[in-house]
């Protein structure tokens, strides 16, 4: 009989929150050109503080033995989402932007599970397999919809330093199966995925209730 890889198992085990994940309707009001720019911006700004902390945690990790196999500088977006939010907003982004209550909880989450390598991975998985593969199709119909070049907008989706995503995601489904974790450990890090899941899809409901709330 077949033995099941890891990043198989992961995949099967975490696809209901994956697709709970994508049908958020705020993502539905964005993708149906529902939502201004300024409120396509409010997920822009939630983001970089998400990847301030995920991208922070990488660097911290980048000579762990374990997790250091899932550190990527190439796929590092804090300074595609600056490009972004000074596009969208101005040159005074910064003044412009806050956490939300949701976000702060994630960011809690990536900063609380740092020392373990599967933590880690679990929250690196979820975010940067989805922008690798579904957000690409996200940022075609954002410059569809918004009118978006390079540059500035959303270039959080573009992974220029990535020769080629079907073949990185390959190598980083070939990482995923090498860690040949136990039972248990398996379970652990199939438990955070789905965690992740849901806190990031927690970002976009409180998102939602943002840009609808009366002005």
Same mark, same amino acid.
């Given at each position: =009989?077949? +033995?099941?890889?890891?990043?198989?198992?992961?995949?099967?085990?975490?696809?209901?929150?994956?697709? #709970?994940?994508?049908?958020? #309707?705020?993502?539905? !009001?964005? =993708?149906?050109?529902?939502?201004?720019?300024? !409120?396509?911006?409010? =997920?822009?700004?939630?983001?970089?503080?998400?990847?301030?902390?995920?991208?922070? %945690?990488?660097?911290?990790?980048?000579?762990? &033995?374990?997790?250091?196999?899932? %550190?990527?500088?190439?796929?590092?977006?804090?300074?595609?989402?600056?490009?972004?939010?000074?596009? *969208?907003?101005?040159?005074?982004?910064?003044?412009?932007?806050?956490? #939300?209550?949701?976000?702060?909880?994630?960011?809690?989450? *990536?900063?609380?599970?740092?020392?373990? &390598?599967?933590?880690?991975?679990?929250?690196?998985?979820?975010?940067?397999?989805?922008?690798?593969? $579904?957000?690409?199709?996200?940022?075609?119909?954002?410059?569809?919809?918004?009118?978006?070049?390079? $540059?500035?907008? +959303?270039?959080?989706?573009?992974?220029?330093? %990535?020769?080629?995503?079907?073949?990185?995601?390959?190598?980083?489904? #070939?990482?995923?199966?090498?860690?040949?974790?136990?039972?248990?450990?398996?379970?652990? *890090?199939?438990?955070?995925?789905?965690?992740?899941?849901?806190?990031?899809?927690?970002?976009?409901?409180?998102?939602?209730? %943002?840009?609808?709330?009366?002005?």
């Amino acid at each position: =009989m077949a +033995v099941t890889s890891f990043s198989e198992t992961l995949k099967s085990a975490t696809w209901g929150e994956h697709e #709970s994940a994508e049908g958020e #309707s705020y993502l539905s !009001e964005l =993708m149906g050109g529902r939502l201004n720019e300024r !409120e396509y911006g409010e =997920m822009v700004a939630q983001h970089y503080f998400a990847y301030v902390a995920l991208d922070g %945690v990488s660097r911290r990790l980048s000579e762990h &033995p374990v997790a250091g196999r899932f %550190v990527f500088p190439e796929l590092y977006r804090e300074e595609a989402l600056e490009r972004d939010l000074a596009k *969208i907003y101005g040159p005074g982004w910064r003044d412009r932007i806050a956490p #939300s209550k949701a976000t702060r909880t994630l960011v809690a989450r *990536i900063e609380q599970v740092a020392d373990w &390598p599967g933590g880690y991975i679990a929250h690196h998985y979820t975010r940067y397999l989805g922008d690798l593969s $579904g957000g690409q199709f996200i940022r075609m119909e954002l410059q569809k919809i918004y009118g978006y070049q390079p $540059g500035g907008g +959303v270039d959080f989706y573009l992974f220029d330093q %990535v020769r080629s995503l079907p073949r990185f995601k390959e190598e980083y489904r #070939s990482r995923l199966d090498a860690l040949e974790p136990d039972e248990r450990e398996q379970q652990r *890090i199939i438990r955070e995925v789905k965690l992740a899941y849901q806190l990031n899809t927690e970002v976009l409901a409180e998102l939602l209730h %943002v840009v609808r709330a009366p002005a």
